[in-house]
């Protein structure tokens, strides 16, 4: 295991309900490095909430151990609470205070506060401080929680789905405000329904089924999991050759190619165009997406370790 991970689980495990009850974590082993954002990916109930509560030391594990800057955050909440920020799914804020109200209430309880008007401001919230909470959209409440999380200046952030319910331009407006806490050595470990947002932001990332991790590594790594395509048309009634390593279907003039070797495949394809003089149509080559390999996990019942 990484000794300069930031955040460790070891066989970790959380059930619900006691000793006949559900288990919705069942042995997940996963470390983030300082300065690095991963991104836990998973279908609705796949266990991500519950190993966030985990990690973040809001709830004991049932079993396994972790480690949250090299300390048990469950049992040593004192000294991590100081150096971690955490966005709840749900935060729960008092309706009747305003929002600016709100932030400065919690600036009293964190040991390092940022500017009250500043962590507004680069949660998006600036000339909304006289608002009231319960007058507040939704998608204010979710940027109201990120100006809470991030004012202490935190070492490690866990954001759990802190886009969703965001416009595009407030989602925007999230990514750049993980960039610069990046930029600035913040460790985050998010969570996110958003696949193309955890291929962009994420340096690493995990995908959860059923409690399991069944894929982890970079988005590059884990789409790689998946075979590329290739698709163009041709004339209806083209003969295609068979093509070594490559798996194709020809529907009427719509000709779908897929392959583990993109390169390979489309100089064979190119080369017999060339000499047989056709012209492809529509032509697209492209990997995989880390949507088609999460796809493929979430529809492959229980799921098998794709990558490590
Ligand atoms: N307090 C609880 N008591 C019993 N079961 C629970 C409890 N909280 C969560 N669960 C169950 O544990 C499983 C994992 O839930 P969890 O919220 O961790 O999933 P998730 O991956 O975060 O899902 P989502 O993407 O929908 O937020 C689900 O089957 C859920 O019903």
Not at 253 to 267: F, I, M, R, Y
């Amino acid at each position: 295991m990484d000794d300069s991970a930031v955040i460790r689980a070891e066989r970790l495990t959380r059930r619900y309900g006691g000793r006949t009850g559900f288990d919705a974590v069942r042995g997940v082993d996963l470390s983030v490095r300082r300065g690095e954002l991963f991104a836990l990916l998973g279908t609705n109930g796949a266990g991500k909430t519950s190993t966030l509560e985990v990690l973040e030391g809001l709830a004991a594990p049932t079993s396994g151990s972790v480690r949250l800057l090299g300390r048990d955050p469950f049992r040593e909440r004192r000294f991590v609470r100081s150096r971690v920020g955490i966005l709840l799914q749900d935060a729960g804020f008092p309706m009747d205070l305003t929002v600016g109200e709100t932030a400065t209430t919690w600036a009293r309880t964190v040991s390092r506060p940022r500017p009250v008007g500043d962590a507004l401001d680069q949660a998006g919230l600036t000339g909304r401080e006289r608002v009231r909470v319960r007058q507040l959209s939704g998608g204010e409440r979710k940027k109201l929680g990120l100006a809470l999380a991030i004012m202490g200046q935190p070492e490690v952030l866990f954001l759990d789905e802190p886009t969703a319910g965001l416009d595009p331009q407030s989602r925007r407006h999230v990514w750049h405000l993980i960039d610069r806490l990046l930029a600035t050595g913040t460790t985050i470990l998010l969570t996110t329904h958003y696949l193309a947002e955890a291929a962009e932001l994420a340096d690493r990332l995990a995908i959860l089924h059923r409690g399991r991790i069944v894929a982890l590594g970079t988005p590059t790594e884990i789409a790689a999991t998946r075979p590329a395509r290739i698709t163009f048309s041709l004339p209806t009634g083209t003969p295609f050759p068979e093509l070594a390593g490559a798996t194709v279907t020809v529907d009427g003039s719509q000709a779908v190619l897929t392959t583990e070797d993109l390169q390979q495949t489309l100089e064979s394809v190119l080369r017999w165009a060339g000499s047989e003089g056709l012209k492809l149509h529509d032509l697209t080559a492209r990997p995989a997406s880390l949507e088609e390999a999460f796809l493929a996990i979430a529809e492959s019942g229980d799921g098998q370790e794709v990558a490590a």
